[in-house]
């Protein structure tokens, strides 16, 4: 491919020599035929010294070296759609392997990909175009959209409904029962989890992140949501539209995260705990059972309070070493005064 056709195919202006362009890498890496991106001041440090053959830049970027470069108003957003042009996804063939096994009133609907030893269960439909890989479990009465990928050893417990176009890695289990028991003579009877999990459209979960059914009711991941690895979505939760939430994350029963919020790595939240519109979750942070996290807020720590005021404590943390060291010395001149006092009085 031509610069000026990638130019073309993402709708953007270019300059410079109309380079062929075969592959992609960073803006460090990147070598002969290859497209990078500027992004960032590091990035804008490093662009005079790139290798790569064509730069996806910034409408403002000089190039008084007269570089090929590929204009955009988003650089990082334009180089993802350019690595689909660029570097395919390998084609997978429609078709149902020999050893899958697919249940009784199962319906597949056209250019369905079902890989080796899959086993789809009874009155389930799978959507067009969608690719269940290797070793999938899906239970009976799933609904599986359009245009869906299943990454090998995926389970899909029974009733359970996902979106078009969702991409599921491998490890994920969705509709496993809720954490739910009562306490009834002495003993835990499990308390039985007969809700549903319900993901919408162009949603992804990452490996081994788990997604429970909900006891009554629904457990739901709205449209557009990226969930990382290792993620534990428990009952009842109600996660909504294009949120983000990094790996190994936990949310307790109830949760409701509201659409766009963004919820860092190894994050903690108790149950029935609220995360409203926009609200930006620190890394490693803990929200108490039943807390607001209001809407636009960025709070950290554990217990998570407002940025600021957390920034402002951990300042003071530091400095209690040498405030123990002042208090010690003060300390002791009390001591010496006292003795001194004692001393006159005799």
């Known amino acids: 491919m031509k610069a000026s056709e990638l130019a073309e195919w993402l709708q953007a202006a270019w300059e410079g020599n109309d380079v062929d362009v075969t592959g992609v890498a960073s803006v460090e890496s990147a070598g002969a035929g290859e497209v990078a991106f500027v992004a960032g001041r590091k990035a804008s440090a490093f662009a005079a010294r790139s290798q790569a053959a064509c730069l996806l830049v910034p409408n403002d970027f000089d190039n008084s070296t007269g570089r090929t470069l590929i204009r955009v108003a988003d650089p990082r957003g334009a180089f993802a759609r350019a690595v689909t042009r660029l570097v395919p996804p390998r084609p997978v063939p429609a078709g149902v392997h020999p050893s899958a096994v697919i249940g009784m009133g199962s319906e597949l609907g056209e250019n369905v990909s079902i890989g080796p030893h899959a086993s789809i269960g009874e009155g389930t ?34 009733n359970v409904e996902i979106g078009d176009r969702a991409i599921l890695h491998s490890g994920c289990v969705l509709g496993a029962d809720g954490f739910g028991f009562v306490m009834t003579g002495g003993r835990y009877e499990k308390f039985p989890q007969v809700g549903k999990v319900v993901i919408g459209n162009d949603v992804e979960l990452g490996a081994n992140t788990c997604v429970d059914r909900a006891a009554l009711g629904v457990t739901e991941i709205g449209d557009g949501t990226k969930i990382d690895n290792m993620v534990h979505i428990a009952h009842n ?13 936990g949310f307790s029963g109830g949760v409701v995260v509201e659409d766009y919020a963004v919820v860092g790595g190894q994050v903690g939240v108790g ?27 960025v709070v950290w720590g554990t217990p998570a309070r407002p940025l600021k005021q957390y920034l402002e404590q951990l300042a003071v943390f530091g400095k209690l070493p040498a405030m123990r060291e002042e208090l010690k010395e003060l300390e002791r001149r009390l001591q010496e005064l006292e003795n ?3 001393r006159g009085r005799t």
């Open 125 to 158: 439909r799978i959507g067009a175009g969608s690719i269940i890989g290797t070793g999938c479990r899906i239970g009976n009465e799933v609904k599986l959209g359009a245009g869906c990928r299943l990454h090998p050893n995926v389970t899909i417990y029974d």
């Open 340 to 342: 001194a006092s004692g």
């Open 271 to 297: 149950d029935k705990a609220r995360i409203e519109s926009k609200a930006i979750i620190g890394s490693g942070a803990g929200i108490l059972t039943s807390k607001i996290v209001r809407g636009g807020q």
């Open 237 to 249: 939760c109600r996660i909504g539209k294009h949120v983000v939430i990094a790996a190994q994350t």
